[in-house]
């Protein structure tokens, strides 16, 4: 082995200001520093894949939906966020980067998939009897918006 980088990293435990639920598309990575940096938050358990909070408004067993679960689920139990932050984006590709004829017919769906994430999540709250918030982000090429 061969240390390529020498860094100092902290090793005490922490709590996390947020879990959040992110697409890796890099073109919101930058939006995403910026949230994180404009929020103050110290410590965020970020969780990007494909599609962000896509996978956690389907089905009951569907594969995304349980590993999602699971991962959120960890995240409480070793690092009590605060919140659960739940993303999609316009132009996703996980989507089939969808067109919609007016920004209102964009919203309104990227809306009801938030919605039916955020009733996923719920369900793992009630389980864990927790009063976590839920917090439904939508990105586009203008910024971040939240419902
Ligand atoms: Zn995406």
């Given at each position: 082995m061969q240390t390529i980088l020498p860094h100092p990293s902290d090793a005490h435990h922490y709590e996390a200001d947020i879990c959040i639920i992110w697409c890796f598309d890099d073109r919101f990575s930058p939006l995403l520093g910026e949230l994180v940096a404009r929020q103050g938050w110290q410590h965020v358990d970020l969780i990007k894949?494909?599609?962000?909070?896509k996978g956690l408004a389907g089905q009951p067993g569907e594969t995304d939906r349980v590993y999602l679960l699971d991962q959120i689920a960890k995240s409480i139990k070793l690092h009590k966020p605060r919140a659960i932050g739940l993303m999609v984006h316009a132009d996703c590709g996980a989507y089939g980067s969808p067109k919609f004829d007016t920004s209102e017919k964009e919203q309104e769906f990227f809306a009801n998939e938030l919605q039916k994430a955020s009733m996923t999540v719920n369900h793992l709250r009630a389980a864990e009897s927790s009063q976590i918030a839920i917090r439904k982000f939508f990105a586009n090429f203008e910024g971040l918006h939240e419902f």
């Open positions: 894949v494909a599609g962000g909070a």
